[in-house]
């Protein structure tokens, strides 16, 4: 209880001092100074090419707070970055954290877009290493095997993946945006929008890109270096990135492109693990899994090298001075090889793998190459009625990963089989499709309403192949196969309707049509060589359920100082297409999944208080989510048979309840040093899950929700002596998770486990001019061993350079 006393206190002793700082300072001057930048919430059209607005409408309050010059000429970017334009637009209900480009380059050790969200309250990205293709995105309630219980937009295009709910496939396709090209990014809490399905019961993370307004080039290189030591395994690894963007605009046409290539190479990603030492074989090191067992680790395994293209165009055409078409088109490419280290020696000194099949696990080569499309046409009048169109469709063009089957048995040396696996995900898309409007008929209502589709389309076969590195794509034999389409068709219509000066309530509803067909399921049962012994296949039923989610919220407003509000909403979160038809398997024993999964039912609740500054706000979150039959990995009995599988079931009764405190501030005690952070406690508990089998006895009920931490916190100071210097110091939090329903696991720092960090941030930003920047900063400075289940980076120095024509 010692740690979460002192996180606690902290948090109340920086919120202390936050209200008692000056909320104001004069603003001076200095000889030299970097002229100012105006970040605003649109790019501006030329002054030749001003918009005709609708006629002026009475005013009424808004949330913005103007922010004062910085005394002595030290830049303080965008410090109150204001209500994000979406929910400004659409007036979204939902309780909202962002974080401008300014403030990113300044604070953040940026070398892949997911970076940005690092220090915004209550959030995690799982990021393993740089290049990560996997890197999923926790919130306050819901944990980092959670990716279909949150949302990812960039320009209101949807990134995340919801062909799953998982670390693997489930991430959302980060690379379709480029760091350079990022404006600003904004979280909203909770699924209290009409406007958003119910995977938005974690959070919506909109991601708001930027357009020229003139010829621009800018070209950056990032370099990157860390330090790694564990057990037997000790090196550098480095990554190279190289970003350049080009963008103009001529009149009503305007353009941005953008390109990334980057080298990376990884520290271990697993360790390979074993019960007994290898007979004939020396070099085993005695250690225990995370719930106990042995687990003696005789080498590394998911030493990756990553190759990295990232392509984006996006193309704007001003239809008319309020009517704007955007096309955007993103190709990303990925070529990656897992190599593995053994510690292992025979009685001659020579390097074995000892018979041990893990060691084929995790050696592999992986392509990759995915396309992305999308449009959209938008009105922006600000006045009676406004649109916003939008259809984009993700392909996976090539996805092929390749890996012996097994080891080359005995201790003579280090030998992979010639057979193996090849697993394709190529054909698997999806395509998505709003159409929303806001009809503003007076200055008490603002009614938005909309359409939306979806199809997601999973294609995952997994073949046997006699020579698995020799480049051929497939054979006639399948080990296994997984198949299957989800749908959906909602409509939805919100009124915020402002009944007095400083009260508005907000009420919407969402319907939802859902179906998933076409589910097919191969398997196969196979020999320890390889050999496929027996076949069986299954099309699996149709599944459809329709939903009706309302949702409520009371906004009080007696000043510009002050907010509260108190947020309901129901949501239903339907079935991915993996968790319907993933494989069940133990071994050589067959089972096929039982698809008859119901949709998530989440009751939502958020009172929120918030204290804004010229220079930075206070806000304080109790939050409280029940959730009927929650979609959860477990282990119990496949209808039918008495074998103990793991599996995705529904779980009866799933409770978050929680309080957030999320503080930023500038001119803290001293001019020019802004501090941020926020500390989150959530009790995650499961009320029910009579399904819940164990071989020790151990009951699921009242355990902890896996993956979700006790406590999280950030704390950060960024301290701008001049326009030049912005130095920046950041300390992260995550208390324990458990990866077990019964929680179960209890062994720190062994793989698969997962364990509670504090890790140390370093940044310093140099100024050369507007148009050249250096950067130079350390991550977990500290070099703190923790595992997430995978090995996380040790200490890692990051440098850049930015220059802009």
């Known amino acids: 209880m010692g740690r979460p006393r002192s996180l606690n206190g902290s948090g109340t002793l920086l919120a202390a001092l936050l209200i008692l700082a000056p909320a104001t300072a004069p603003a001076q001057t200095s000889d030299g100074e970097l002229p100012q930048i105006n970040v605003e919430a649109r790019s501006k059209k030329p002054a030749a090419k001003p918009r005709r607005l609708a006629p002026a409408r009475p005013s009424r309050p808004v949330t913005t707070v103007v922010v004062n010059p910085q005394p002595g000429g030290g830049e303080a970017p965008n410090t109150s970055p204001g209500t994000p334009p979406i929910k400004q637009t659409y007036q979204l209900p939902q309780t909202a954290a962002s974080v401008t480009a300014a403030e990113i380059e300044q604070k953040v050790n940026v070398v892949d877009s997911e970076d940005a969200v690092k220090y915004l309250p209550s959030l995690f990205v799982r990021k393993r290493n740089n290049g990560d293709t996997q890197p999923t995105l926790a919130t306050r309630s819901w944990g980092i095997n959670s990716s279909a219980r949150n949302l990812v937009y960039v320009d209101d295009i949807l990134i995340s993946a919801l062909i799953g709910n998982n670390n693997t496939i489930g991430a959302p396709r980060w690379g379709l945006v480029a760091p350079e090209e990022i404006k600003r990014v904004d979280f909203l809490y909770g699924p209290f929008a009409a406007a958003y399905p119910g995977n938005a019961m974690g959070g919506v993370l909109l991601i708001t890109t930027r357009m020229p307004d003139k010829l621009e080039f800018t070209a950056k290189q990032v370099e990157s270096l860390q330090s790694f030591e564990r057990y037997n395994t000790s090196g550098s690894y480095r990554t190279d990135q190289t970003s350049v963007t080009l963008g103009d605009r001529s009149g009503n046409f305007s353009y941005f492109l953008s390109g990334n290539v980057q080298n990376s190479f990884s520290q271990p990603l697993s360790w390979i693990t074993t019960a007994t030492t290898p007979a004939g074989s020396s070099g085993t090191i005695p250690q225990l899994n995370k719930t106990g067992a042995v687990a003696n680790v005789v080498g590394a395994g998911g030493l990756l090298h990553t190759e990295m293209a990232n392509l984006k165009g996006k193309f704007a055409w001003d239809i008319t001075p309020l009517v704007q078409a955007v096309y955007a088109i993103g190709y990303w490419s990925n070529d990656a090889d897992s190599r593995v280290e053994s510690y292992l020696r025979n009685a001659a000194g020579v390097t074995t793998f000892g018979g ?69 995900l190529d054909g698997t898309n999806w395509m998505n499709g709003d159409a929303k409007a806001i009809w503003r008929p007076n200055d008490a209502h603002e009614i938005s309403f909309g359409l939306h589709a979806d199809r997601y389309f999973l294609n995952n076969p997994t073949y046997a192949t006699p020579t698995w590195n020799s480049g051929s794509d497939s054979t006639a034999a ?219 006895g151990t009951t699921a009920t009242g355990k902890r929700v896996p993956y979700v931490p006790d406590w999280r916190a950030t704390l950060g100071a960024t301290y701008r002596p001049d326009a030049y210097w912005a130095l920046t110091a950041a300390l992260r939090y995550s208390g324990k998770q458990y990866s077990t329903l019964d929680n179960t696991d209890i062994i720190s720092n062994v793989y698969g486990a997962f364990d509670s960090f504090t890790v140390v941030d370093l940044r310093a930003q140099y100024k050369f001019s507007e148009t050249a920047t250096a950067d130079f900063g350390i991550d977990n400075v500290g070099n703190t061993q923790y595992t997430l289940f995978h090995p996380f980076p040790g200490r890692t120095y990051v440098a850049d350079v930015k220059i802009k024509f």
């Open 356 to 424: 041990v099949a893990g060691f084929a696990a995790s050696a592999y080569t992986l392509n990759e190459q995915h396309l992305a499309n999308s449009l959209s046409v938008k009105s922006d009048t600000k006045g009676s009625f406004d649109f916003d169109l939008s259809v984009s469709r993700y392909d996976w063009l090539e996805d092929i990963q390749r890996n012996p089957y097994t080891v080359v048995a005995g201790s003579a040396a280090a030998g992979f089989s010639s057979n193996g696996k090849i697993a394709r």
């Open 478 to 696: 399948l080990y296994s196969s997984g198949q299957g389409t989800t749908r959906t068709a909602a409509r939805w219509l919100q009124d915020a309707w402002r009944f007095a000066p400083a009260l508005k309530l907000t009420l919407g509803g969402r319907l939802e049509d859902w179906k998933a067909y076409d589910g097919t399921n191969l398997q196969t049962a196979q020999s320890a060589a390889g050999a496929i012994l027996s076949s069986s296949a299954k099309l699996q039923p149709e599944l459809d359920a329709t939903r009706f989610s309302p949702k409520a919220s009371l906004a009080f407003e007696p000043s510009k100082q002050w907010l509260a509000t108190a947020s309901f909403g129901q949501a239903y979160r339907f079935p991915t297409v993996s968790e319907l038809y993933q494989i069940v398997s133990s071994g050589t024993n067959l089972q096929f999944p039982n698809p008859n999964l119901t949709p998530e039912n989440v009751l939502s609740e958020e009172l929120a208080l918030e204290r804004r500054f010229t220079d930075g706000k206070v806000r304080l979150s109790l939050f409280h989510e029940y959730v009927r039959d929650a979609l959860i990995s477990q282990t119990g009995v496949v209808a039918g048979s008495t074998t103990i599988f793991t599996f995705f079931s529904n779980v009866d009764a799933v409770r978050n309840r929680g309080v957030e405190l999320a503080v930023q501030k500038d001119n803290v005690l001293i001019d020019r040093l802004e501090m941020f952070g926020s500390v989150t406690y959530v009790d995650s508990r499961i009320i029910s899950d009579p399904d819940f089998v164990s071989s020790t």
